[in-house]
């Protein structure tokens, strides 16, 4: 499997329970994190690592996500007789030249691994990546997809993304057991789900990024409802490393969970503290409300 990877799926046709009742109208993936939605971050670190062709896996609510790629005509005809080119630019390169959009339609929730199943006849028998548009991931340096990208193309391996978490936190994510990790990379032996801390084989927890190899479509076609009745990417990925080299990768840079609200703001955050506009005010902004707002009484 070495060969560089030109496709991208991003399974966004989840329900986005946890950010009820904004996702009744506006899916997750469109929350902005200043003036960009979170679909639109990991389809930058996509194109970067150098896919053209990005898989969208949608459901029937999802019109926004389309329409967000699609081409604004009005808009784009008042921005340019208003004279506003700066911002028509913004609006006209949300794809850049070249890289070509297609929506798949999951018809039901049934789980991660059924959503990146639906991407199978597009992707064909080709190696790809899978990113969840929840997982911000922000580096100075090179995204963490390109990053994965090179390092599977030297190795051949399929690599999926890892950070340390706190051990009693294995409980929220897939772990990993590897052999021979040297710090950034290793070969995976096993994988579970949500393990209790007590039975977590270690504390590398799985992230929303992964370079794929197509066999796992023909594993997840035969992958059966797992953990909350889904059919999990991770069952299919278990399955897969008794056939083929799986690889942990730890990514240089930092994850927020932006499916969370806690970690929505933390990127919210971050974000406005490394904006060449906003970094001076939002620092004061930050440190005002410190002073000025007590904690809410429990
Ligand atoms: P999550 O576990 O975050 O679920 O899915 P969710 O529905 O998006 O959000 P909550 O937990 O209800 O708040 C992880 C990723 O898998 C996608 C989601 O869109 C998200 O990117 N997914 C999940 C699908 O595309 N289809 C599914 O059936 C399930």
Redesign the pocket.
């Known amino acids: 499997m070495s060969k560089r990877i030109r496709k991208a799926v991003f399974?966004?046709?989840?329900?986005?329970?946890?950010?009820l009742p904004a996702t009744k109208t506006v899916p997750?993936e469109m929350l902005p994190i200043i003036d960009r939605p979170l679909i639109q971050y990991a389809v930058d670190e996509a194109i970067e690592a150098g896919c053209d062709t990005l898989i969208f896996?949608t459901n029937r609510y999802k019109h926004a996500v389309a329409d967000y790629f699609d081409k604004a005509y009005e808009l784009e005809q008042k921005l340019e007789r208003a004279g506003k080119i700066e911002q028509l630019e913004l609006v006209r390169h949300v794809l850049p030249h070249g890289v070509r959009a297609v929506f798949v339609t999951?018809t039901e929730?049934?789980?991660?691994g059924?959503?990146v199943l639906c991407a199978k006849a597009i992707v064909g028998d080709e190696p790809f990546a899978v990113l969840?548009?929840?997982d911000l991931i922000w580096n100075r340096g090179d995204g963490a997809l390109k990053q994965m990208a090179d390092a599977a193309e030297k190795s051949g391996a399929s690599m999926i993304a890892v950070e340390d978490v706190p051990r009693d936190q294995t409980g929220s994510y897939g772990i990993v057991a590897t052999e021979a990790f040297n710090g950034q990379q290793g070969r995976i032996s096993a994988i579970v789900e949500k393990p209790d801390p007590a039975d977590a084989p270690s504390t590398l927890a799985v992230v929303g990024r992964y370079v794929l190899s197509p066999t796992v479509f023909d594993l997840l076609e035969s992958t059966t409802p797992g953990a909350g009745g889904?059919i999990q990417l991770t069952d299919a990925i278990a399955r897969l490393l008794k056939q083929e080299p799986v690889d942990a990768f730890r990514f240089a840079g930092t994850r927020f969970d932006c499916?969370t609200h806690i970690g929505l703001i933390e990127a919210t955050i971050r974000y406005a503290l490394d904006h060449e506009k906003l970094s001076e005010a939002a620092r004061k902004m930050i440190q005002d409300a410190l002073d000025e707002v007590p904690p809410a009484a429990a």
């Open positions: 399974p966004v046709a989840g329900l986005g329970t946890r950010f997750k896996v999951q929730a049934l789980g991660l059924h959503a969840l548009p929840d889904e499916g």
